[in-house]
């Protein structure tokens, strides 16, 4: 591989030629997870695979949720009956908490992730040190065969074991680093304190939690550019970092959604909502994939010059399910009511005590209101959720843009 700006040509291919490319190819993968993943088959039924050509085609099929992978696969051990190969025919079987069992095919970098780690500047000759788990996850594999498909030497060094971490950066001369970015800043303090050097790092790929703007200006002050990914072990590589440092990328095997929480209903441009994904991996055909993490699109394309589209990053968690009075409500109901109702355009349930009683008030975002209007919701409340509501009319666009559909206020200390 030459040492360009660019992993290959696809990162820099016309938006309206991505778009062409996926959704050619997404019809062949419908029909893949239809026939060959027997919990799709059921999901999927009924469905015409050489209709879905589209992001509108696509949105109007059903949302498959993380959080059902547990009890998918307590029923269909090991993967739920959604992957389209046996267990015996992986390479790898890993486990998450949860647990969630996820395969790995026997193919070259599976996860997608040397894309990310080209993007941040990793290349053939680099000795990257590696302090992601190794151990019943599947973190430290997936940053370790991504290394390798670059050609760079890796050193398995794992979690734990500050000190002698830090000792072995020093002596291999490690020239890049994998792993969260808590843990590389826990070694550049360790290494103040030893007073040794860890100036051979120049690069780092961060990811598993919060890139935090002090810890990045440290690692930054250390002399290491630091770039983070968004991945998860279902999916692979969802989004990176680049060197423009604006947003993150979207992979280029893969179509992203913004869906309002609860439903699988695209949102605008900008406005916060529940990332799900469909892959286009032919062993593990996951179609419309809830990730249950909230993120928004980014207007334009990345100064770096890759022009897939990007989302702002991690912005918190989509599944908002709370109990109020010993029933569950969920955002899903919240969706429902919205939905019976034409003249809410939003609408966000807080859920907050009134001494001792908990109390819910459903503030809809909506042009012209009434109480008659008014009581008709609050009856489609009870109705859907089986619990009393008070209803409140704010302006349009009044409500915060953040993903939130269920809005817990109590204080329970």
């Given amino acids: ?10 990162e820099t291919r016309s938006r309206a030629e991505r778009e062409q490319a996926l959704f050619a190819a997404l019809p062949a993968q419908v029909t893949n997870a239809q026939q060959n993943a027997p919990a799709f088959a059921d999901i999927l039924n009924g469905v015409d695979a050489s209709a879905i050509t589209s992001r509108e085609a696509l949105a109007q099929l059903p949302v498959t949720r993380k959080s059902a992978l547990t009890a998918l696969q307590k029923q269909n051990p090991p993967f739920g009956g959604l992957t389209a190969k046996a267990a015996p025919q992986m390479r790898r079987i890993f486990s998450s908490p949860g647990p969630i069992y996820e395969p790995e095919a026997r193919r070259v970098d599976y996860w997608r992730m040397a894309r990310a780690l080209y993007a941040a500047g990793f290349r053939e000759g680099d000795i990257v040190h590696n302090s992601l788990s190794y151990h019943l996850t599947p973190g430290g594999w997936i940053f370790d065969d991504a290394a390798q498909a670059l050609g760079c030497a890796v050193f398995p060094a794992g979690v734990g074991q500050t000190e002698l971490q830090v000792t072995s950066i020093v002596d291999v001369q490690s020239t890049g680093y994998m792993g969260t970015p808590s843990f590389l800043k826990i070694m550049l303090d360790k290494a ?18 919060a890139l935090l703007p002090a810890v990045r200006q440290q690692i930054n002050d250390a002399g290491i550019s630091i770039c983070q990914g968004y991945a998860t072990a279902d999916l692979g590589l969802i989004a990176y970092e680049t060197s423009a440092g604006e947003g993150l990328v979207i992979d280029e095997g893969v179509i992203v959604e913004i869906v309002r929480p ?15 994904v469909t892959t286009l991996n032919p062993e593990y055909p996951l179609i419309r994939f809830a990730t249950g993490d909230l993120s928004a699109v980014l207007a334009g394309e990345s100064p770096c010059g890759r022009t897939n589209m990007r989302i702002k990053g991690w912005m918190g968690r989509a599944d908002q399910t709370t109990k109020v009075k010993g029933m569950f409500v969920h955002p899903e109901q919240i969706a429902e009511v919205i939905k019976r109702h ?23 975002e909506v042009a012209n209101s009434d109480d008659s209007l008014a009581d008709t919701i ?17 302006t349009p666009k009044s409500l915060p843009n953040d993903g939130k559909v269920i809005d817990d206020v109590r204080k329970f200390d």
């Fill in 262 to 276: 609860g439903t699988g209903d695209p949102v605008a441009e900008g406005e916060v909502g529940e990332v799900v």
């Fill in 342 to 364: 034409t003249e809410i355009q939003n609408a966000r349930l807080i859920v907050a005590h009134e001494g001792v009683n908990d109390i819910m008030t459903l503030r809809c």
């Fill in 378 to 394: 609050k009856n489609t409340v009870r109705e859907v959720c089986k619990l009393r509501s008070d209803v409140e009319f704010v």
């Fill in 192 to 209: 103040a304190d030893m007073q040794v050097s860890l100036s051979s790092l120049k690069k780092a790929f961060v990811s598993g939690e």
């Fill in 1 to 10: 591989m030459t040492d360009s700006l660019f992993f290959d040509e696809l």
